[in-house]
């Protein structure tokens, strides 16, 4: 959501703020600002819409003067998006400034508390209450009047800090927010994710929960909540400079689609040996795993479609009960949960809210939490008991691509896994399904060399109003992600439906012209989906489907057939994903859709 970017150094800051806050523009954001420290100066320029609209208030930050500043790209929460509400926020006389990411839930309190004392309020927002907060408690030590502010918070935050009371020095801490400090050689940065520091430094630290970090000169040093100095380790980035950029593509949702042959490779390759899976980072004992009972996938938007697949492939693998969950439902609704049970969290970012939240609450209840996670040292992959990293690198398109691939490969990875341990499926089944799982990547790859019949469907279709996906079993698990992914970045709107609710109502919505993609790729079920397909066709449907290679029978039902590689039914969605990302791509890049940052959507939803 918000970005902060944070430097002192000898350079000048503001221009440099300004590019570190592009490389987080894909976490979504409606408004600009930075704060900049010249000696005891401070100067602060913001501004509602897209960075570019800062950059030319400000001459890409070159006629601000100063060494030091943080930057902020705001995701209205309180308040609308405006110049007032924008960050950074300054205290009452103006001497401390600060950006803020999160939301401090007692704001109310504190703000009709901070009036009562005399303080002023400018904006609308919760992040004002801090400003003023660290006015209120400032006696000389800035480090002070963090802790005591922050004890008063409730909520979560990121926070950047600069003050005319300390000239050459920089402030930040964070509370269930993300933060890093960047380490350059006689300058740092603070920022809310790697991407924004990376061409300047591969050293980083991670922050923890209230960890406060105060920057003077070249100096760096991390104090706990009891102001007691904290050594840290530096997390050493491993992936290029080169992984956050678009690298030639037009879109980073395009690159991060031909991304998914390797990252599915660098996913599953290291946790497989001689044909069989090794989850060598899982602290599950076989103890633990005899004695499971039920599982729950939990996760929010794809991460949760990837826990849909998750509960159809488990419970025929492991046959284990399991129960796909939304986050944000899962939280609220009381869920009866036993130490024996396994929570298993999906998060590309590990910073989603809902997820977090839901996380928390299962761990409360006594369950362990198995957490599948992109971002290293993200908040869910800290505090779940167990962590299956995938290796998808950052994604920076707002529509997770890669990400869902690689969170499908640990779905099946664990699948085989249990399903080794419970002895729920024979050696050779088991290698069967290895062998296939090694072969997606290059089956990926040769889907990804020639896609010209889904860019001239689309090139054909875009105009349309309503396209519905259809699907049984495991292909009405892709019908989800297909239909999202089409509506997040087109606009177009999309409905997924299991193909047996036809008759049930969703019926009615077909007439000439209607676009539906039926997907047909379940052998099992396959003869079913063709009843399904006469039933559209006939009341004037336009039918693409999407079949396994050999499936032939289907080019008489449909209008178009789009043939995936044969592969193992179970697998089948490895691959029919990415016909339907690039299908969604090509359909949004032909309305001239903004593919990359899609309008009222963030990468990283980390607020409820
Ligand atoms: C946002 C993104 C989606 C993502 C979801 C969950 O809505 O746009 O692509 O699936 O958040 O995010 P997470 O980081 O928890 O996987």
């Known amino acids: 959501m918000c970005g902060i970017v944070g430097y002192i150094g000898p350079g000048q800051a503001a221009p440099i703020l300004i590019q570190g806050l592009q490389k987080l523009e894909y976490r979504g954001y409606d408004s600009a600002g930075v704060a900049v420290l010249d000696g005891d100066l401070i100067t602060i320029k913001k501004a509602k819409g897209r960075l570019s609209v800062l950059s030319q208030k400000t001459d890409g930050g070159r006629n601000l003067s100063g060494n030091i500043g943080i930057g902020h790209t705001r995701w209205a929460t309180h308040g609308a998006p405006s110049d007032e509400n924008s960050h950074p926020h300054v205290s009452q006389g103006g001497h401390i400034a600060v950006v803020h990411n999160g939301i401090i839930e007692n704001y109310k309190k504190l703000k009709e508390s901070l009036m009562a004392k005399g303080y002023a309020f400018l904006s609308d927002t919760d992040t004002e209450v801090i400003s003023h907060l660290l006015d209120y408690y400032y006696c000389g030590n800035m480090i002070d009047a963090l802790v005591k502010a922050i004890n008063r918070l409730e909520g979560s935050y990121a926070l950047g800090v600069i003050s005319s009371y300390h000239p050459?020095?920089?402030?930040?801490?964070?509370?269930?927010?993300?933060?890093?400090?960047?380490?350059?050689?006689?300058?740092?940065?603070?920022?809310?994710?790697?991407?924004?520091?990376?061409?300047?430094?591969?050293?980083?630290?991670?922050?923890?929960?209230?960890?406060?970090?105060?920057?003077?000169?070249?100096?760096?040093?991390?104090?706990?909540?009891?102001?007691?100095?904290?050594?840290?380790?530096?997390?050493?980035?491993?992936?290029?400079?080169?992984?956050?950029?678009?690298?030639?593509?037009?879109?980073?949702?395009?690159?991060?689609?031909?991304?998914?042959?390797?990252?599915?490779?660098?996913?599953?390759?290291?946790?497989?040996?001689?044909?069989?899976?090794?989850?060598?980072?899982?602290?599950?004992?076989?103890?633990?795993?005899?004695?499971?009972?039920?599982?729950?996938?939990?996760?929010?938007?794809?991460?949760?479609?990837?826990?849909?697949?998750?509960?159809?492939?488990?419970?025929?693998?492991?046959?284990?009960?399991?129960?796909?969950?939304?986050?944000?439902?899962?939280?609220?609704?009381?869920?009866?949960?036993?130490?024996?049970?396994?929570?298993?969290?999906?998060?590309?970012?590990?910073?989603?809210?809902?997820?977090?939240?839901?996380?928390?609450?299962?761990?409360?209840?006594?369950?362990?939490?198995?957490?599948?996670?992109?971002?290293?040292?993200?908040?869910?992959?800290?505090?779940?008991?167990?962590?299956?990293y995938t290796w998808a690198g950052p994604e920076i398109a707002v529509a997770t691509t890669k990400a869902y691939s690689a969170q499908l490969q640990v779905l099946y990875l664990l699948s085989l896994y249990l399903a080794d341990k419970k002895a729920t499926i024979t050696e050779a089944e088991h290698k069967k399904i290895v062998a296939e799982l090694l072969s997606i990547p290059d089956k990926v790859s040769a889907i990804l060399k020639d896609v010209t019949l889904l860019q001239e469907y689309a090139a054909s279709h875009y105009n349309a109003k309503d396209v519905f996906f259809l699907g049984r079993g495991l292909d009405y698990c892709l019908a989800l992600e297909g239909s999202l992914k089409l509506k997040e970045i087109s606009y177009i709107h999309s409905e997924a439906y299991a193909a047996g609710e036809l008759k049930h109502g969703t019926i009615s919505l077909i007439e000439e012209g209607t676009i539906v993609t039926a997907l047909a790729t379940q052998r099992e079920l396959f003869e079913k989906m063709l009843s399904n397909i006469k039933e559209v066709s006939s009341r004037g449907a336009v039918v693409f489907a999407v079949a396994m290679a050999g499936d032939t029978d289907i080019a008489s039902e449909a209008d178009t057939v789009y043939y995936i590689p044969k592969t193992l039914p179970v697998l089948a969605p490895a691959l029919t994903i990415v016909p339907l990302q690039i299908f969604a791509y090509y359909m949004a890049v032909n309305k001239a859709c903004d593919v990359d940052k899609p309008r009222n959507l963030a990468k990283s939803v980390t607020v409820e």
Not at 209 to 226: L, M
Not at 285 to 296: C, G, M, P, V
């Open 168 to 388: 050459g020095e920089m402030f930040a801490v964070r509370k269930d927010s993300p933060l890093i400090v960047g380490l350059g050689e006689d300058r740092n940065y603070i920022a809310s994710d790697i991407p924004a520091v990376l061409e300047h430094t591969r050293k980083v630290y991670l922050l923890e929960d209230k960890e406060i970090v105060w920057f003077k000169g070249n100096e760096v040093k991390i104090f706990d909540i009891d102001k007691q100095e904290v050594q840290k380790d530096i997390f050493h980035v491993t992936w290029d400079a080169g992984a956050a950029e678009k690298g030639g593509f037009e879109h980073f949702m395009l690159k991060e689609i031909y991304e998914q042959p390797s990252v599915i490779r660098d996913t599953i390759s290291p946790r497989i040996r001689d044909g069989k899976v090794y989850l060598d980072d899982l602290k599950m004992t076989d103890e633990d795993i005899a004695k499971l009972s039920r599982i729950y996938v939990v996760g929010c938007g794809s991460a949760y479609h990837v826990g849909v697949v998750g509960k159809y492939v488990i419970e025929d693998m492991v046959r284990i009960s399991v129960s796909a969950e939304l986050a944000s439902e899962f939280r609220y609704r009381k869920p009866i949960l036993t130490p024996d049970d396994l929570v298993v969290v999906i998060s590309q970012s590990g910073e989603t809210a809902d997820t977090l939240a839901a996380m928390r609450e299962a761990k409360r209840l006594g369950c362990r939490v198995l957490a599948i996670v992109n971002v290293v040292g993200s908040s869910v992959a800290r505090e779940a008991d167990d962590v299956i």
